[in-house]
């Protein structure tokens, strides 16, 4: 795991890593008022020799409408990104969401 861990340290905005190997779970903190791009946690773990799993985020932040389109928003990020549910949730809480980093940009659900 020490690959994983050298690799996801390579990302911009990256604070602090704890890998569980019993689980295989891997905990990201990000710095301070620093975006992480989602979908180069996935190709950082696969170019470490690993199969990325799912990945869920947990982070507090507001849901916004820009053209018709529903983002999130985590507090302190500038970037929002799609969100893939109902209008009324996620405002203000904390929140546990699934994301799709198959998509581009990453779409966060419920």
Do not use: C
């Amino acid at each position: 795991m020490k690959g994983v861990d050298d690799a996801l340290r390579r990302l911009d905005g990256v604070g602090h890593i704890q890998i569980d190997l019993q689980t295989n779970l891997v905990t990201i903190t990000p710095s301070p008022r620093v975006t992480i791009d989602l979908s180069a946690v996935p190709r950082a773990i696969d170019r470490a020799g690993f199969r990325p799993g799912k990945m869920r985020l947990r982070g507090r932040g507001a849901l916004e409408e820009r053209s018709g389109t529903l983002l999130f928003r985590f507090r302190n990020w500038t970037t929002a990104f799609p969100w893939s549910g109902t209008k009324g949730t996620g405002t203000g809480e904390t929140l546990t969401m699934r994301v799709d980093y198959t998509t581009t940009p990453p779409t966060l659900m419920l």
